[in-house]
């Protein structure tokens, strides 16, 4: 990431809100803001951030969701016929968006924005879209491809005729908006390959806020207390996990390494943290013999999630998605974790040659990588200072609020020269 000074460092003239060129931000987020997974955790922290640097923040969001202190949040109305709705993909969300689409009109009309800062294709074709009149520049926060998450949610096959209809549609949205923010390099390079000018495209990798999430955030005793409330010994090894429980998360891969090892006659303990399918998965593990190996929390709330880790000696990072970002490995590098992960791009570039990778599915080299670092205490020690170090010094929060300030201003300038120039003349026609 470049460098860029944090926002602490900033003096208070300096700052944007105090010099008085505070933003007005419009956030879309078409999701149930906030829950807790990662997704969510980018706005979040995105518009935290923000607000640290003088902005005024708006996120408009669907009916559910937790409200969080500090932000005005504005919901759509509920849809009666379905209350309780999936993660990600689902042919509700087609209700969901056209819902979110009337509000968004009725904001705007009510309100004046600067920017709107849209969050995933659907924001972005609803703030591209429905905002036109009130010619106010669209970012899009982008976090991943559309097509490739509705394959992994199974709401689309391969096989399909829509398949080809899908991407279309996903190419002209990610064209129309005046910037794309990207949460992974390697996106950035292949929206850059098709959408012109590659120029709007900024990598805008995620960030960890390393205040929150740090080794020594658990005493002694209380890590002592929680493992014996869990009924494990206080030196058995604990591989931790914390996201979405779905397919393409790579938790079947999970239960299958759990397995392999347990077979081997290996005594280690998982901590399963996430959501949704908490059944399916316990069932599944219970059928692999690991009921007393393996505890399923269920959702942790965002607030709770250092403590939890904390109790962990190793992360595991299974993802087999291709596409998706990948933002739990930075609360696993904050936390001082050794983390062994799937090959995948987006977590070869958070934890680059810091971590322990297994070919993408190949369970009986996750698993090695797991025994390798459990036989080795010091390199595991070692592993984990360095991770966190680097967790500290390029992916803090505030180097991303900066930059995505720096993209506003200068989408904001040309703007603003168009409305000068229309305001003048105005006031003098013949002029």
Known sequence: MPNVPSVSSISTSEKPGASGSSLRILSIAPTSFFSDYGCHVRILEEARTLKALGHDVTIVTYFKGTNTPGFRIIRTMPTPWHGNYEVGSSRHKFAFDILLGIRLLRVMARNGFDVIHAHLHEGALLGSVLTRPWHIPVCFDYQGSLTSEMLDHGFLHRDTRLLGMWQQLERVIERMPAAIFTSTLGAAEVLRQRISPASKVHTLLDGVNTDTFYPGILSADERATHRTAYGWMLDDPVVVYLGLLAVHQGIGSLIEVAARLKNEGRQIRWLVMGY????????????????????????????NAPRMLALGDIAIAPKLSQTEGSGKILNYMAMGLPTVAFETPAQKEYLGNLGVYAPVGDTEALARRIVDLLDHPAQRGELGNRLRQRALQQFGWDQVGLQIDSVYRELLVPQRRAMYKRDSHMRNPSG
Request: hydrophobic residues 30%; charged residues 30%.
């Open 276 to 303: 949704p399918g908490v059944s399916d998965w316990q069932r599944l593990a219970r059928e692999n013999d690991l009921e007393k190996d393996m505890v399923f929390t269920g959702r942790v709330p965002y607030s």
